[in-house]
């Protein structure tokens, strides 16, 4: 899961990729087995498609378009169009990798370099479990959540900090999965971890794992409404559904294990 951030490197390619999208998935000759779903697999099926209409620009513009999206799912980062290359992929700086050229269109490998793009993003994120890649909002495909308020940015960054001192050293692979919040929620059970860096990691789970943003909806706690004074997590639009990861963990007591686990899968839907 990658963060959804405001577009900066604008350009007429970056306009016409999601048109450009819908071309491709218009091809009514598609073999059923090709889902057109971003993931690393989607890859696969559609490798041998590439060389079998190669000349044929639409769908050779329409597979750049999808290949640089599904990647950029991955590692993060944005479009770029240089001299040399009219539609480059430019991943998250921090994982220091090369730009991805797609004209000309690659033919094969698309998988391995998926699979190298996750493994620069785990080795990162070894060094830093609290981060995670960012990826500029393609226009028509993401929209960018609001920026946080000073308060919530600061409490966001506070305890990401916080997280990564109290786990580092500590057993567990602490990655954003479904698994980890089953440890943390065990944690949590036991007193062992501080509450805000519990209702931080809860949150992130949600975001990092379906999208969306954290909202504060500032103002001191109103009887009845839950929002009032808390941090929670919002999905995307037309995405709806929240989460008060602090209410959550005030709710451990009175509920079964595996309370995180659906919480995110619910979250999810």
């Known amino acids: 899961m990658v963060r959804i951030v405001p577009l900066e490197d604008d350009s007429d390619w970056v306009q016409a990729v999601h048109p450009r999208l819908g071309n491709l998935e218009d091809y009514q000759d598609l073999p059923e087995d090709v889902r057109l779903d971003f993931s690393p697999a989607s890859l696969d099926a559609l490798e041998p498609l590439l060389a079998a209409r190669d000349g044929d620009e639409t ?21 770029v169009v240089t001299d040399d290359n009219p539609a480059a992929v430019r991943f998250d700086d921090a994982l220091g990798l090369p ?37 500029q909002a393609t226009p028509g495909l993401e929209k960018a959540p609001e920026p946080a308020s000073p308060e919530l940015a600061g409490w966001l960054d506070a305890q990401s900090a916080a997280f990564a ?35 931080w990691y809860l949150g992130e789970t949600l975001v990092r794992r379906g999208g969306g943003a954290w909202t504060f909806m500032a103002g001191p706690p109103v009887r009845g409404n ?22 959550r963990l005030a709710a451990l007591e009175r509920t079964e294990p595996g309370d995180f686990r659906r919480a995110l899968e619910r979250y999810c839907r």
């Open 165 to 199: 001192e109290w786990s580092r050293g500590r057993v567990g692979n602490w990655d954003f999965s479904a698994d980890s919040l089953d440890a943390l929620e065990a944690i949590a059970r036991a007193g062992e971890v501080p509450a805000a860096v519990a209702e």
């Open 99 to 135: 730009d991805l050229m797609l004209a000309p269109l690659p033919h094969a490998g698309l998988r391995a370099t998926a699979r190298r793009v996750a493994a620069a993003v785990a080795e990162r994120q070894r060094t830093d479990p609290g981060w995670t890649p960012a990826k």
């Open 59 to 79: 769908f050779a513009d329409g597979a750049r378009a999808y290949i640089g999206e599904t990647l950029m799912r991955i590692g993060g980062g944005r479009w």
């Open 226 to 247: 839950i929002f009032r004074g808390n941090r929670y997590v919002r999905k995307a639009p037309p995405r709806t559904g929240t989460v008060v990861p602090v209410v």
